[in-house]
């Protein structure tokens, strides 16, 4: 069975969904 989320690479291309990549590493850092 395949994942059904795309990649993380598949995801860089949404600019809505790449603003939430930093977002979420700052949360995981803090």
Known sequence: ???PRPPL???DD???????????LRALAA
């Not at 949404?14 to 979420?24: K, N």
């Open 14 to 24: 949404h600019p809505g969904v790449r603003r939430l990549i930093p977002v979420g």
């Open 9 to 11: 690479l598949l995801v």
């Open 1 to 3: 069975m395949k994942d």
